[in-house]
């Protein structure tokens, strides 16, 4: 209309001549409706403000405000725009060089008659380069390694520090891997501490802890400081932005940690804090140092028979496609299935068609190109990552020291990186021969123990459904038990079919599972699986009522918390869009039973570490795999390990139902599980 009249009134006064009739009818009855559109519409240029060019000229916006405005709002990558200069000027800070034997030994002395310091230690793996001492907020002191301030000279005295007040640090684990402390009461783990009050952040740096935790500080971040610069680097060329480091780090662990405490307490979480976490830093310490053998040679050997499996897969697939294109590129693949052979199911994205794996798995049944597909996947992904990939991170010691992470998980799970021992596959055989190469020193055996249906365990306890209850305690075959019930039909006539439909119920609910989410695991329609889980609460009507009630509870509060009292922050719970709201559902109904699951693992892995240390063995807990623990144990002290294990695990919490657990022994990780 606006096109042919040029304007709405001009419409209007020709609008014998608008078309189509419905668009005249419309003008013609809402008139005022339109002029009112076009009055809102319209920008309103003659509005009473004072303007002058020369205050609206853009000059340097990288001012000391705008970089704390940054800071604050976390826009951390315009951070890096910001000149250094700019950045440090933000703080007022006044630090001290401590670089003489004596004034170190009387530094020391100082800080021994403190309640508590803060502490940072700079290293690579194998070298010490500065050290940090904070006694308070006005003494804040670097110690850079050099002449006879040596890495095992400033390490011992921290060490012996510890006898007399509590050391504050970021990453107390980051300490321990230089000075040997033995007493979790005798530190304080402020990256543990914020991780619990807040466990969705990605990281827990100093900068961030002061801005949350001291009244909004803005500290320079490490980048600001070193940029790119090594740490060796900055040691080597005296700069002065090392000792700027290692202050920040000693000093807002030593003031923070009256304000995290008093958090942890008004949450609740302090026993989380103080008999789990904490204690749980040492756990995980020694399972670093102690690391996992492998048998570097069966690895090789491995990867090379992947090598030839993979060949022949790649000359089979070419041939059903009738000519050779590149495998892993899912565009050429796109092609070759969707639009040559002209396989069902195609669905094309921007960038062509999309073979992700739910994709393909519809397909393998019918056609063998499709399953040769997924095979060839699945063994170039185990010989990258695990064959060769593990072969890369054999220590000069013959072991792979994986890294164990405490603060990633916002449900709580231990997750390992560098590499990532908990995702060995255990589904295929071609995977599960990877754990052959793990094998436990001369003289020793792997003692492996998991715990049996711990989610399914804990979901009967909170939600604390008899039918469920009993079952445990009647020691029924769980899955074949409720595909009785949901099914209709005697315990013995129960089949594998029904009995693993069960399974996916029992384990889906505990996962929050949809009707949808259901129909897909089991490949049967929505309505079948809506109906399934109907069933499902009404055998076990208690869950139903749990379930829903831990939903209103993250609706109400903005949280969910385990049995222990560990909290996980729902905020997905309030969104407007309904998948995001959906997703928070799921994680409200499950973070509790996954979460109190974690937090019992942890439990275990504590008090095992303990006994074995206080009793004086010589066997060590290497490896943790979610509900799995392995024992690299000495022969002659297989008995005390089994029994250590047993009472441990299954005494970590007091249930409604036994926790139970699986144990094996064997000359390898493979054998052992």
Not at 277 to 300: A, C, N, R, Y
Not at 356 to 375: R, S
Not at 593 to 621: F, W
Not at 640 to 657: C, Q
Request: proline share 4%.
């Amino acid at each position: 209309m606006i096109v042919q009249f040029g304007s709405i009134e001009n419409a209007h006064e020709h609008l014998e001549e608008v078309k189509p009739n419905k668009a005249k009818e419309s003008l013609r009855e809402h008139y005022d409706m339109a002029q009112l559109s076009k009055e809102l519409a319209t920008i309103n240029t003659d509005s009473p403000l004072e303007f002058s060019y020369e205050k609206a000229k853009v000059e340097n916006p990288y001012t000391p405000e705008a970089y704390e405005l940054c800071k604050r709002l976390e826009f951390k990558n315009m951070l890096n725009r910001f000149d250094p200069v700019t950045a440090d000027s933000s703080m007022e800070l006044e630090f001290f060089t401590c670089n003489d034997l004596s004034g170190v030994e009387a530094l020391f002395e100082k800080a021994a008659r403190k309640e508590q310091v803060g502490i940072s230690v700079l290293a690579d793996p194998d070298q010490v380069y500065a050290v940090g001492l904070v006694l308070d907020e006005k003494e804040i002191y670097q110690i850079p390694v050099g002449g006879l301030l040596t890495g095992d000279y400033l390490c011992g005295k921290l060490k012996a520090l510890a006898d007399s007040t509590v050391l504050c640090a970021m990453d107390i684990k980051a300490v321990l891997k230089h000075v040997p402390l033995e007493e979790p009461e005798k530190v304080f783990d402020t990256g543990v501490a914020a991780y619990l009050l807040n466990p969705l952040k990605s990281s827990y740096t100093y900068d961030d802890i002061a801005r949350e935790y001291l009244d909004g500080m803005m500290l320079p971040a490490k980048e600001d400081l070193l940029g790119k610069t090594s740490l060796k680097k900055a040691w080597e060329e005296e700069m002065e932005c090392l000792g700027n480091y290692a202050c920040y780090q000693a000093y807002v662990p030593c003031m923070a940690r009256g304000v995290l405490l008093e958090k942890l307490d008004e949450t609740g979480m302090r026993k989380v804090y103080d008999e789990i976490e904490l204690p749980l830093v040492f756990t995980l310490d020694s399972m670093e140092k102690w690391g996992i053998s492998v048998k570097g040679e069966e690895l090789k050997s491995y990867g090379e028979k992947l090598k030839v499996r993979i060949q022949e897969l790649e000359k089979t697939i070419w041939q059903e496609a009738g000519e050779e294109f590149n495998i892993n590129s899912p565009k050429q693949l796109g092609v070759i299935l969707f639009e040559k052979l002209g396989l069902p199911g195609g669905k094309k994205t921007k960038t062509g068609y999309s073979t992700a794996a739910d994709i393909l798995d519809k397909l393998a049944a019918d056609h063998a190109i499709v399953k040769d597909i997924l095979e060839y996947r699945q063994l170039t992904k185990l010989k990258s990552t695990y064959a060769d990939g593990l072969g890369n991170v054999i220590g000069k010691d013959g072991r792979i020291h994986s890294t164990f992470n405490q603060t990633i998980t916002a449900t709580g799970r231990i997750s390992s990186t560098d590499p990532n021992l908990q995702n060995i596959p255990v589904r295929m055989e071609l995977g599960r021969l990877i754990r052959k190469v793990f094998v436990p020193e001369e003289g020793f055996v792997f003692l492996d123990a998991d715990y049996s249906q711990i989610e399914l365990r804990v979901l009967a306890h909170m939600s604390g459904d008899e039918k469920l209850i009993q079952a445990y305690r009647e020691a029924e075959d769980i899955h074949r038990l409720t595909a009785s019930q949901v099914f209709h039909v005697p315990l013995d006539e129960v089949t594998p079919l029904q009995r693993r439909n069960a399974k996916a119920v029992n384990f889906g609910i505990v996962y929050g599972i949809s009707s949808f989410g259901l129909s897909q695991d089991l490949s049967i329609t929505r309505k079948e699986a809506a109906a399934y889980i109907e069933k499902y609460f009404e055998t076990y009507p208690k869950i139903k009522g749990f379930l829903d009630g831990l939903v209103k509870e993250g609706r109400e509060h903005g949280y969910v918390t385990t049995m222990f009292g560990r909290r996980r922050p729902v905020p997905e719970l309030k969104s407007s869009n309904f998948m995001q709201r959906s997703f928070g559902e799921r994680v409200a109904m499950n973070s509790p039973i996954q979460g109190t699951a974690a937090d019992i693992i942890k439990i275990a892995m504590n008090h095992v570490y303990e006994r074995m240390k206080k009793e004086g063995l010589h066997s060590r807990l290497v490896l943790q795999v979610h509900d799995e623990l392995l024992i690299e144990t000495k022969k002659e002290e297989i008995e005390i390990v089994s029994r250590i294990l047993e009472e441990e695990m299954k005494g970590a919490a007091d249930l409604a139902v036994e926790l139970e657990v699986d144990m094996h022994q064997g000359d390898s990780w493979y054998e052992a599980k």
